[in-house]
């Protein structure tokens, strides 16, 4: 019998998600873990400019700028505070998880939408600012729409996939089904939601001027 090959995390978590995070369970946070959690913040922060039309308004610079500055910081910090609402889920659960653990499923499990800024910066290198504009201009040209048509599609088809290998994960460290990993993981994003809402709310009520600034 052939021995077993040495997991790359980073390589086979696209296809074999549950092996990967059985060996990374008895590893602590690393830099990896900050750099995927980053990664998916900026990825998510150009989703935002772009549903946001700030291609009409802003440079590719400007926008990029505050992906790297805003997004890769909110990554990062939803990456422990989701981590912190899954461990705090699934101990309810009947089973108690270790931090390291959840982090690890989130982290690795977005290596898709952290790859999807490969596309992202390809395609504002091709098209400019109309890659963050939600309804380009009718004078765009046919292969323009088409490639925005298709970046888009990549986009969400890879942030699918991200959500499939965390619930796959959730259900490998959990040692749940996977009908019931998934609800966990859409609870975990219900809270996570009103959490950042109750948040902006008592942002809004304490400092009113900065707000409306």
Do not use: C
Request: cysteine-free; proline content about 4%.
């Amino acid at each position: 019998m052939l021995p077993e090959q040495p997991i790359r995390p980073l390589h086979d978590v696209w296809l074999r998600p549950r092996r990967v995070f059985r060996e990374l369970a008895s590893r602590s946070i690393g830099r990896a873990d900050y750099l995927l959690g980053a990664a998916q913040g900026i990825a998510g922060w150009l989703a935002l400019s772009r549903a946001q039309n700030a291609g009409t308004h802003s440079s590719i610079a400007e926008i990029f700028g505050k992906a790297l500055l805003i997004g890769s910081v909110a990554g990062v910090a939803s990456l422990f505070l989701m981590g912190a609402i899954y461990a705090r889920l699934g101990a309810r659960a009947g089973k108690p998880t270790a931090r390291n653990q959840v982090i690890h499923v989130l982290a690795y499990g977005g290596v898709p939408m952290a790859a999807s800024l490969i596309v992202w910066v390809f395609t504002a290198l091709l098209t400019g600012e109309v890659t963050f504009e939600q309804d380009p201009h009718p004078d765009v040209e046919g292969f323009v729409a088409l490639l925005l048509h298709a970046q888009f599609f990549a986009y969400v088809l890879l942030t699918i996939w991200s959500v499939v290998i965390q619930v796959m994960g959730l259900s490998e460290i959990q040692g749940v089904t996977a009908r019931k990993a998934l609800g966990l993981w859409i609870l975990g994003q219900v809270v996570g939601f009103l959490a950042l809402l109750f948040l902006m709310i008592l942002i809004a009520t304490l400092f009113p001027n900065a707000v409306t600034s």
